[in-house]
């Protein structure tokens, strides 16, 4: 079950797409965990067509798993993290457009807005007004299916993968003999891992089929006949937010790249990302497929001047040298220890290159960790969080007499810090009574803990802003003059309003592209702490 400010988050985005009665349906279900049909019929308090048809929205939307087990029947359970997602839609059909155009960015937009089509039906759709764009929308269709922008919805994704993953270890834990040991416990929720992954890759390794293609040749009239492959119009698709994060989080690499050296290493590794986009196809991959310098110096544009952000000793280098020098700068092969490694962006071994997607997002986490500490608790506080990390667990005395801070002062900071969840105590018994008196308290940065608190902390923000959005938007003043401005005449000519209401319309499209803004940051917050930590690991915070 989701928290409580998750809770509400998802409640008011499912209100806001579906309306009320769906979102009584989700309020259930977040509060009381999985229910059946009888169950939400009981607490929902709703005529039972009406409950139907909302758990029909929600299951066509992905929001809803359902399970059948011999004790409870058929149960409903509630995914929070697909309903977290729609946060991003707007981003998605965005991208989509800078890949492949307007035809692009409405298969994507047309798909969001059902859950899951089949190819028919998308194209009879957008080419309704227009059949000749038929074809053009197919051409794109396969484009997204083939590049695994969209993926088939199968049986198993309606499923709650934590149910198969514990069954499976259950299973993997039954074939131990005796007392398991840690490490074969270790084993065995590896092995069910790839059991259910495996699982996944050949549900969803439909989509494309092989057609059978008649040719002529133009020297002879026989026919030649070849294969190619084709959209499936029996499998119905939906989009593939994994795919569409990685470019999410190549742009904040990119970022952290230019943050650190300049605007040219930012540049070098906007192409090392390039180079290697096709086959990025899920955050979850520790480290790029390799590359070459020569594939990186490709994409460089004629325009891009690398000379500007390195000091050579030649006066014109050429492009691939400057590729060569930034990639060993981002590798940090000047400094080989351990802190060194911690700060590369880029590993180079073999004559190839590769991007540390995991050392990188690990920092990027560490960096939003520290922003906060310093915003609540100023650079006192920033201090003692990076002694915890670099150092590991330390008392109150050995905190105060490293970070050179008096006693009186570090201590209502730790109390602050652990208030806020930035800290945790290691209590360290020295007799077996566990007497407090008699006991060492070590402090130490947890940071699955801290980062979940973090992210509890933007889900309420993320809440306040759809508030305070709503709120403006009901205000008379702005309510009377956006019901005015939906008439036809109004809507094509808005100089039909008044000054003063054109100056009211004017403040509130102000107001909501600055809650709009501020919702993006905080959703890259959110990106960061969430999503990245699956960099190298398949479980969720």
């Known amino acids: 079950m989701a928290d409580a400010d998750t809770s509400r988050l998802c409640i008011q985005i499912v209100q806001s797409h579906f309306g009320p009665l769906t979102a009584n349906v989700a ?18 308090r709703m005529k039972p067509r009406i409950v139907r048809a909302a758990i029909l929205v929600l299951v066509q939307q992905n929001i809803l798993w359902h399970s059948k087990t011999e004790e409870e029947g058929d149960m409903l359970e509630f995914n929070t993290l697909e309903c977290l997602m729609r946060l991003r839609f707007g981003r998605f059909v965005w991208q989509a457009e800078q890949l492949f155009g307007p035809s692009g960015a409405e298969i994507v937009q047309l798909i969001l807005d059902h859950g899951k089509l089949q190819p028919p039906d998308i194209i009879s759709q957008l080419s309704f007004y227009n059949p000749k764009s038929s074809s053009l929308y197919s051409q794109t269709l396969y484009k997204l299916v083939s590049g695994a922008y969209l993926k088939p919805s199968t049986l198993l994704s309606h499923h709650s993968p934590r149910d198969k993953r514990i069954k499976y270890e259950a299973e993997e834990k039954a074939k131990i003999s005796g007392f398991p040991t840690a490490k074969e416990l270790r084993e065995a929720q590896e092995t069910a891992e790839a059991r259910l992954k495996r699982e996944e890759e050949e549900a969803e390794s439909v989509g494309l089929k092989r057609k059978r293609k008649d040719q002529i040749s133009q020297r002879s009239t026989k026919r030649k006949v070849s294969e190619e492959d084709t959209v499936d119009d029996e499998v119905y698709f939906r989009v593939n937010f994994d795919k569409f994060n990685t ?9 952290a790249a230019g943050e650190r050296f300049n605007r040219s290493a930012a540049l070098v590794m906007r192409a ?23 594939a990186i110096a490709m994409l460089i544009s004629d325009d891009d001047n690398l000379s500007i952000g390195l000091v050579t000793s030649t006066k014109k280098a050429s492009s691939a040298s400057l ?17 060194g490694k911690a700060s590369s962006f880029i590993n180079l071994s073999d004559n190839k290159v590769y991007v540390e997607f995991e050392i990188i997002s690990r920092r990027l986490r560490r ?10 608790h100023g650079d006192d506080g920033v201090r003692i969080v990076r002694l915890l990390l670099d150092v590991g667990k330390m008392d109150e005395k050995q905190i105060a007499k490293v970070a ?50 973090l992210l509890g902390h933007l889900y309420k923000t993320l809440y306040n802003v759809g508030v305070r959005r709503q709120a403006e938007q009901e205000e008379p003043t702005v309510k009377a003059v956006l019901a005015k401005r939906e008439r036809t005449d109004v809507a094509q000519d808005e100089n039909l309003l008044s000054r003063m209401e054109r100056d009211v319309l004017k403040e509130w499209e102000t107001k909501r592209e600055k809650l709009t803004v501020l919702e993006m940051r905080v959703e890259e917050a959110v990106f960061i702490l969430r999503d990245l930590d699956k960099v190298g690991s398949k479980e969720d915070i």
């Open 27 to 44: 309020s259930a279900l977040l509060t009381r965990g999985r229910l059946s049909l009888v169950q939400l019929i009981r607490y929902t």
């Open 247 to 255: 470019y999410i989080r190549n742009e904040l690499v990119e970022m």
């Open 272 to 294: 090392t990302l390039k180079a290697t986009e096709a086959k990025q196809t899920s955050i979850s991959d520790p480290r790029s497929d390799p590359t070459s310098t020569a």
């Open 323 to 339: 590729v060569k020098d930034y990639l060993g700068l981002m590798s940090a092969v000047d400094n080989p220890t351990p802190v």
């Open 367 to 376: 960096r939003v960790l520290e922003a906060v500490a310093r915003e609540r």
């Open 404 to 453: 050179m801070m008096p006693n009186n002062a570090v201590r209502p900071l730790l109390a602050a810090l652990s208030s806020d969840f930035l800290i945790s105590t290691q209590e360290v018994p020295r007799s077996a009574d566990r007497n407090p008196t008699r006991t060492f308290y070590l402090w130490h940065v947890d940071l699955h803990k801290a980062y979940s608190a």
